[in-house]
């Protein structure tokens, strides 16, 4: 089994994330990845649903099959080797695709320092904070036909950057944060039940975001043009029984009833946020101030429902130092403070030809990557 360079064990029985791949002349279907090789689960699980081109109709069958496919494949794995060894394939000799179709995409504004840090830039003379942030999760709906699988190029924008001005975006950024993915529906006029009946599992996600085009448009509605054209998602997902939990940071005001945290769905996972291979930052997610469960009952308690496949995202994870901040704008305080790289060269926002990569871990699980190349 691969070890990294923290000498976790990568890979294992205790992660087995879901994804969708396919062979040379063979349509996509659904495996599991374990260490560096893809499992093929209609093979080795005479199971048809898994032959699907995308993780949703296995998703559907709701949180009991989940866990029980989950606690099937580590006893193979574990016990079974013999038989499951013939339906292991070397990731090389596979190409990975989108690992489900995305119903709804929501992208919610989660961390105190991301928040705080992005109103000290552009209000340096009043409260950091909006007076409903500590209320609620706030959030806004994207765009699902544009979320695209790790390795898409992703183009420059171009768009209205003031009156009378349309070109190319100028301050491309990004956003490290943690997307979770909808297994199970909800009915419309009731709002969601247990966040772990609904949420099948987590993927590391980069929302690509146009400053100049957002800084312009969104006065007064929010986010559109600036954050539409292309979000980036791991091709791995996460089950979210494989990650340990933590409590969430403290809140005050306490939230409302419907708001108020009754389980442990804070993650001790860290981020690292990579331009053409090097490390400028390390995100931590434990400091998000609000969780995930939280984010869901907002997002579904005026009756919105739930579809399979819905993602929503956590927003850009920041923490109190510099070194952790998980966008550009907050790295180089809107520009004005240019981050040094190893070659001599400084970014204040991406430039063309610039990869950008998210990897994260979480106590021995090491999460997909996701990775983008602007052209």
Not at 302 to 312: C, E, K, M, P, Y
Request: with cysteine.
């Amino acid at each position: 089994m691969p070890i990294d360079e923290g000498g976790r064990v990568s890979w294992g029985v205790d992660h087995l994330p879901y994804g969708v791949f396919s062979r040379p002349g063979q349509a996509p279907r659904v495996g599991v990845r374990y260490g560096d090789r893809v499992l093929d689960l209609a093979a080795a699980l005479h199971d048809e649903v898994f032959a699907a081109p995308s993780l949703n109709p296995f998703m559907a069958r709701g949180r009991a099959a989940w866990q029980a496919t989950r606690a099937l494949l580590r006893e193979k794995l574990t016990n079974d080797m013999a038989v499951t060894e013939a339906h292991l394939i070397p990731l090389e000799q596979v190409r990975l695709h989108m690992p489900f179709e995305v119903a709804d995409y929501v992208d919610f504004y989660c961390s105190l320092d991301h928040a705080s840090n992005i109103g000290r830039i552009f209000r340096p003379d009043a409260e950091p904070l909006l007076p409903n942030w500590r209320h609620l999760p706030v959030g806004y709906h994207g765009r699902s036909g544009t979320v695209v699988v790790s390795g898409t190029p992703i183009t420059r924008p171009r768009g209205q950057l003031k009156a009378g001005v349309f070109g190319p975006c100028a301050k491309l950024d990004i956003e490290a944060e943690l997307g979770f993915v909808v297994g199970t529906p909800s009915e419309m006029g009731s709002p969601a039940g247990a966040f772990e009946d609904h949420v099948f599992g987590v993927t590391l996600l980069n929302d690509w975001s146009a400053r100049d085009i957002q800084a312009w448009e969104y006065v007064p509605l929010g986010p559109f043009l600036g954050k539409s054209f292309a979000t980036s998602i791991s091709p791995w997902i996460t089950p979210l029984d494989a990650l340990p939990r933590i409590p969430g940071p403290p809140q005050d005001p306490e939230p409302l009833e419907h708001l108020r945290r009754r389980a442990d769905w804070g993650f001790d996972l860290v981020v690292e946020v990579a331009i053409n291979g090097e490390v400028v930052s390390r995100p931590p997610y434990a400091s998000m101030y609000w969780t995930p469960d939280q984010m869901l009952a907002h997002m579904t308690s005026n009756g919105a429902s739930l579809r399979v496949g819905d993602l929503f995202a956590s927003g850009t994870i920041s923490g109190p130092r510099r070194e952790e901040r998980g966008s550009l704008i907050e790295l180089t305080w809107n520009g004005n403070d240019p981050i040094k790289l190893a070659d001599g060269q400084t970014r204040t926002f991406l430039e063309d030809g610039d990869t950008v990569t998210l990897r994260a871990t979480a106590g021995s699980i090491t999460l997909g990557e996701v990775s983008g190349t602007i052209r």
